[in-house]
Each structure stands twice: as C-alpha cells, then as structure tokens.
C-alpha cells in the first residue's frame, strides 16, 4: 500500500463540514419555559368588564311632555313684616273694560268670563263701562284714555291674537302688552292684561278663564293701591 492510499478521503461537497454537528444540535428540542399555572388560571378567572348599560334612545314618534304652563304657586310672607296686598272685592268700585272685536268670536268669550267675575266680586252693572275697539293694536290708547278719566279703580284690557303667516302677529302682540303697560305706569291706574296670544285658534278654549283672571288682577291691584294712599295719609 502506497502512502497515497493512506490518506483519508475529501469530504462530499453535499455535506459540507460541520453539516452533522449542526443537524444534530437542531435535533436538540429546545425546553420550554415553565409557566405558572396559578397565575394563568387566576387571570382566566377574572371576568371581563360588563360594557355600560347603553341609555335607550328616544322614540323619534314619542309625544314630547306638555310644556308647563305659568302659573301661581305657593307664596307667604314671612312675620314681623308690613304687608299690603289686595283682594279681588268689587264694592262700590268702577271698572273699565275694553276690548278687541277683532277675533270676535274668542273676544266675545272672553269678555263674557269677566263681568260673570266682575258680578261675582259685588261690582254693579252701572259701575262698568265697556269700549270695543277694532283690534288689539288699539287697547293701548283706549285702556289710556279711560284711565285719564279718573273715574275707573281699574282698567281691563281683552284681545286675541292668533299667530299667522307673516310677522303680523309679532307686532301687534308685542305692541298690545307694552302699550298696556305704558299706559299703567303714565296714569298710576292698574291696567290688567287679558289678552290671548295663540298659536291657533284650537288654542283659545282652554285659555278663556284668562278674561275673569284680568278682573281679579285688575281689582287686586285697585284695592291695594287704595290700601296705599289711604296709609300714605295717616
């Protein structure tokens, strides 16, 4: 045997040196790492967050609540104090009234709601005198003008005014309520305000205790005026 025959023989280029040692480290199953189980089933405990209660949404076809009306609520004065207030006492009071024909069917009503008030509170028949006037626009001056008479304790104003297409109503309602008011406050008379402002005419029948509640203003406020300057003499 020759020396050559001795030598070992050259590696196979299909496996490359160092591709056993690498195949059998591969082989090699890599431990997993060690999990606490105590801890895993604690959190799988844990329940999950209940989502917030979502609020019902409104019915869009849900009739919206009736808005409240202004009305008069429980009122005392407390003790140890002077205290005019008035009553609602015709006597031998003298009462003006003027009213809108305007809307005369609404007016009509109203004007018959309060001389029923007008009798029920002792004011004689002679002792009213009523002015009919064309329409709401002009209460103001014709309140004014029987004021500046001096001859009525008060003065009580009836219309109705019922909104339409245009801003007629706007004016004329606004007008009536200021006007009335000037007129109060320039002649010192008390001018109550019965005057209906609608938004329809379906409105006007559940409004028509308005006339008999401006007779009970009007002569609240006539008695405590008298009240005033009787006090103011002493």
Known sequence: MSERDSWPEAPSLDDPPGSEDEAAEAEVETPEPEVDTEETETEAEE??????????????????????????????????????????????????????????????????GALAELESAGVARDAITIMPVPGAF????????LAKTRRY?????????????????????????????????ETGVPVAFGVLTLEGADQADDRLEKGAEAVRTGLEMADVFSQLRAAAQR
Not at 84 to 112: C, D, K, W
Request: charge should be negative; hydrophobic fraction near 45%; charged fraction near 20%.
């Open 138 to 145: 002009e209460l103001p001056i014709a309140a004014m003008a």
């Open 153 to 185: 304790a008060c003065i009580v104003a009836l219309g109705c005014v019922i909104r339409g297409d245009t801003p007629h109503f706007d004016f004329v309602a606004g007008e009536a309520a200021s006007g009335l008011q000037l007129a109060a406050l």
């Open 47 to 112: 329940p999950e967050p209940e989502a917030a209660p979502v609020a019902d949404e409104p019915e869009a076809e849900a009739e919206a609540e009736p808005a409240a009306e202004h009305a008069a609520g429980d009122f005392v004065v407390p003790e140890g104090y002077g205290v005019l207030e008035g009553t609602p006492q015709g006597g031998r009071r003298s009462v003006g009234i003027v009213v809108s024909r305007f809307n005369g069917a609404v007016t009509g009503r109203l004007l018959e």
